[in-house]
């Protein structure tokens, strides 16, 4: 079975703090992606990465940053907490798509509350 | 960009048909996917469509027509654990999916 584990289910940290949230995939992925998901929003693209030290904008990057040292892991970095960063955060992974199939693997996300 | 659009919530009993509409506006379209999600829990993959017509695996199927830019899910015999979200997603040419912004699928015995 995939797994895509994150580090933390809970997050609550204050105004203006550096956050780390962690990725990690088991079935050596090479895609690696981060959203956001909000409520009557569904799920945004924030960044993703296609391999180690690669990686892309999404729709939403304002205010993220992302790091791929390995291909297992893959970080959010939010620099400077806003309240409007209160969001459940969700990591997914997917090996490369065939021309009938595409799968994303998705972690059991992180609530962060930005106080 | 992209563009999803689901119902926003479904109420069905269970054992009925219930059938979940998307249409989509994307550039380098690819393939039409559908996720599950109960509450509190992870995106679960569904199904995968890159060509036109049904797919079909066991209670769930899903249609594509690249050429109406539309797709459906379709749930038979609903039971009461298929209560959850559904989202659409379109993936695009760099393996990125956009989401719609789910349909809340309700069972009531």
């Known amino acids: 079975d995939v797994k895509v584990t994150q580090s933390s289910r809970y997050l609550v940290k204050r105004t203006g703090e550096k956050v780390f949230l962690e990725c990690v995939q088991d079935m050596d992925h090479e895609n690696m992606f981060w959203y956001r998901q909000d409520p009557g929003l569904g799920l945004r693209l924030i960044y993703f990465s296609y391999d180690v030290k690669m990686k892309e904008k999404g729709d939403i990057p304002e205010g993220y940053s992302v790091s791929r040292e390995k291909k297992e892991r893959f970080s959010l970095i939010l620099e400077s907490a806003s309240t409007n960063q209160t969001s459940m955060y969700l990591c997914?992974?997917?090996?490369?798509?065939?021309?009938?199939?595409?799968?994303?693997?998705f972690g059991p996300g992180t609530r962060l509350t930005v106080t | 960009g992209q563009s999803l659009e689901q119902p926003s919530e479904v109420t069905a009993v269970e054992g009925a048909i219930v059938q979940i509409n998307c249409t989509y506006q994307?550039?380098?379209?690819?393939?039409l996917s559908w996720y599950q999600q109960h509450d509190g829990g992870a995106p679960t993959f569904l199904s995968y469509n890159a060509l036109d017509g049904l797919e079909e695996t066991g209670r769930f199927s899903s249609f594509l027509s690249r050429s109406d830019s539309y797709g459906y899910l379709l749930l038979q015999e609903l039971q009461m654990k298929d209560s959850a979200s559904y989202f659409c997603a379109a993936r695009s040419n760099d393996y990125k999916l956009s989401f719609g912004a789910g349909t809340t699928v309700t069972v009531r015995a």
């Open positions: 994307t550039s380098g379209f690819y393939g």
């Open positions: 997914a992974s997917s090996a490369l798509a065939t021309s009938s199939s595409y799968e994303q693997y």
